[in-house]
Antibody, heavy 120, light 112 residues
Framework: QMQLQESGPGLVKPSETLSLTCTVS??????????WGWIRQPPGKGLEWIGS???????YYNPSLKSRVTISVDTSKNQFSLKLSSVTAADTAIYYC????????????WGRGTLVTVSS | QSALTQPASVSGSPGQSITISCTGT?????????VSWYQQHPGKAPKLMIY???KRPSGVSNRFSGSKSGNTASLTISGLQAEDEADYYC????????????FGGGTKLTVL
């Protein structure tokens, strides 16, 4: 049974780059059936889609974050990663990695999430 | 592009039915059969409950159903149970030239 697990620093300083990795276990990230994505949730608030990536490297980003976001994939490690640059306190959130089923744009498997706080 | 519009809260008694609405536009909810719904309990990750407007994943109770009319999608929960108390989020594809994925602001369901 496939599982997703986020990892990375829980504290990032303002203006620096947030970096997170999602490790896929119990299956291959190179499956043609899935895309892999990041979604965040500020404390007490709603969900925001950050972006998605296919194992081939094709990416889709939220236009509101596109200038600061890079999502990449490492098929040899069965991982995909998120980098968000020039962070501010507004980027403080729980960051989830999730599996998206094909071109149907729904997220059928989620990681447990990791809280990232932006603070000096 | 604004998030999809959901009521902040709904409530119902055990055994009753409730409906949560999710209003978008003709560019997102109204254009694609790609609305999904997620249940989130406190401190937990969201869980997929409905996809492609009205389909239920394996393992999700048939008390949960989805529908859509025009630019508004709805999630109905029948036979309310205490365990249904959670936050619910709708989500819609918004097209390749736009935000692609929009979430609603979330609805807190309280089982009285």
């Amino acid at each position: 049974q496939m599982q997703l697990q986020e990892s990375g620093p829980g504290l990032v300083k303002p203006s620096e780059t947030l970096s997170l990795t999602c490790t896929v276990s119990g299956g291959s990230i190179s499956s043609s059936s899935y895309y892999w994505g990041w979604i965040r949730q500020p404390p007490g608030k709603g969900l925001e889609w950050i972006g998605s990536i296919y194992y081939s490297g094709i990416t889709y980003y939220n236009p509101s974050l596109k200038s600061r976001v890079t999502i990449s994939v490492d098929t040899s490690k069965n991982q995909f990663s998120l980098k968000l640059s020039s962070v501010t306190a507004a980027d403080t959130a729980i960051y989830y990695c999730a599996r998206r089923f094909g071109d149907y744009w729904y997220f059928d498997l989620w990681g447990r999430g990791t809280l990232v706080t932006v603070s000096s | 592009q604004s998030a999809l519009t959901q009521p902040a809260s709904v409530s119902g008694s055990p055994g009753q039915s409730i409906t949560i609405s999710c209003t978008g536009t003709s560019s997102d909810v109204g254009s694609y059969d790609l609305v999904s719904w997620y249940q989130q309990h406190p401190g937990k990750a969201p869980k997929l409950m409905i996809y492609e407007d009205n389909k239920r994943p394996s393992g999700v109770s048939n008390r949960f159903s989805g529908s859509k009319s025009g630019n508004t999608a709805s999630l109905t929960i029948s036979g309310l149970q205490a365990e249904d108390e959670a936050d619910y989020y709708c989500c819609s594809y918004a097209g390749s030239g736009s935000f692609r994925v929009l979430f609603g602001g979330g609805t807190k369901l309280t089982v009285l």
